[in-house]
T-cell receptor
Framework: AQKVTQAQTEISVVEKEDVTLDCVYETRDTTYYLFWYKQPPSGELVFLIRRNSFDEQNEISGRYSWNFQKSTSSFNFTITASQVVDSAVYFCALSEVYSNYQLIWGAGTKLIIKP | NAGVTQTPKFRVLKTGQSMTLLCAQDMNHEYMYWYRQDPGMGLRLIHYSVGEGTTAKGEVPDGYNVSRLKKQNFLLGLESAAPSQTSVYFC?????????????FGDGTRLSIL
């Protein structure tokens, strides 16, 4: 069965600290896609990154970086030098080709950045 | 650039009433989706559509109906509202290929059923 686990319900750090959000997934398929979305307090959902199962190269975008490891079925998200504006709920999601690309969502991690 | 627009943004209903949520996208996306988001949970797919005139059930379809008469619009109907349907509803759209494309979301509709 498809499943996405974000074990960290809430994380609180002080501004400028680095923080890693964990995402572990389960899938039977060899072709799948992983996503991260951000939901700030205003409520909208913002796409951050998409990764397919054949591309294990880590990605960096400014202060954001993602570590995809198929061996541990993890797709973790790190924010370097966190800022108050990073405070949000972050969702990890999985999509498989055989499920018509429906997204299976994790429960989300609420990130609080204190000034 | 409007993207995905949901109307209304807020609504309060009484148990047993019916209503329709409208989603409109201007990105010429083939795929459209309706989700609900409850406190402390991720999004759950209600129904989705892979093209004009087609709809399919998602994870939690009971109590809802949908229609996709035009490519740009995806309507979500509540036939007889129940308190358990109190939630925030999100519409999304995406290109179908290649692979799973990012979904673009509307701002959500906050629905309360009394």
């Amino acid at each position: 069965a498809q499943k996405v686990t974000q074990a960290q319900t809430e994380i609180s750090v002080v501004e400028k600290e680095d923080v890693t959000l964990d995402c572990v997934y389960e899938t039977r398929d060899t072709t799948y896609y992983l996503f991260w979305y951000k939901q700030p307090p205003s409520g909208e959902l913002v796409f951050l990154i998409r990764r397919n199962s054949f591309d294990e190269q880590n990605e960096i975008s400014g202060r954001y970086s993602w570590n995809f490891q198929k061996s541990t079925s993890s797709f973790n998200f790190t924010i370097t030098a966190s800022q108050v504006v990073d405070s949000a709920v972050y969702f990890c999601a999985l999509s498989e080709v055989y499920s018509n690309y429906q997204l299976i969502w994790g429960a989300g991690t609420k990130l609080i950045i204190k000034p | 650039n409007a993207g995905v627009t949901q109307t209304p943004k807020f609504r309060v209903l009484k148990t047993g009433q019916s209503m329709t949520l409208l989603c409109a996208q201007d990105m010429n996306h083939e795929y459209m989706y309706w989700y609900r988001q409850d406190p402390g949970m991720g999004l759950r797919l209600i129904h989705y559509s892979v093209g004009e005139g087609t709809t399919a059930k998602g994870e939690v379809p009971d109590g809802y109906n949908v229609s996709r008469l035009k490519k740009q619009n995806f309507l979500l109907g509540l036939e007889s509202a129940a308190p358990s349907q109190t939630s925030v509803y999100f519409c999304a759209s995406s290109h179908p290929t290649p692979g799973a494309q990012p979904q673009h979301f509307g701002d959500g509709t906050r629905l309360s059923i009394l």
